[in-house]
């Protein structure tokens, strides 16, 4: 067995982001390939494929949030309804730091 785990090597928030945007790893992000993903936003948003996105293509994601709240179907949303729109926000990842450093102690002659 091993001394030791393998570890992977450690990179870094920008070197990640920049490997997913460098498609044919040549260490260089082309035009394409840095508006890649917002070429395949723009196809999800556009439903009739036309090429064009209409404000309904564009809004659909907020119209449906706001008729799945309308539960009764008022077409107005009340206090209760609206607080089902409300962005599910990620939980903050713990700190992982050691436990706090004590308190520095106070001299008992001050």
């Known amino acids: 067995m091993p001394d030791a785990a393998p570890s992977a090597s450690a990179k870094t928030r920008e070197q990640k982001r920049f490997d997913r945007y460098d498609k044919d790893r040549n260490d260089a992000v082309s035009r394409e390939e840095y508006l890649m993903s917002r070429r395949k936003a723009f196809a999800k948003l556009d439903t009739d494929r036309d090429g064009k996105l209409g404000f309904e293509e564009w809004a659909l994601k907020t119209t ?21 729109t409300a962005p599910k926000r990620a939980a903050k990842p713990r700190c992982s730091c050691g436990p706090a450093a004590p308190a520095p102690k106070e001299d008992a002659d001050d």
Do not use: G, N
Request: no cysteine; hydrophobic share 45%; charged share 40%.
């Open 64 to 84: 449906t949030k706001f008729a799945e709240a309308d539960k009764d179907k008022s077409a107005t949303l009340t206090r209760a309804e609206f607080l089902a």
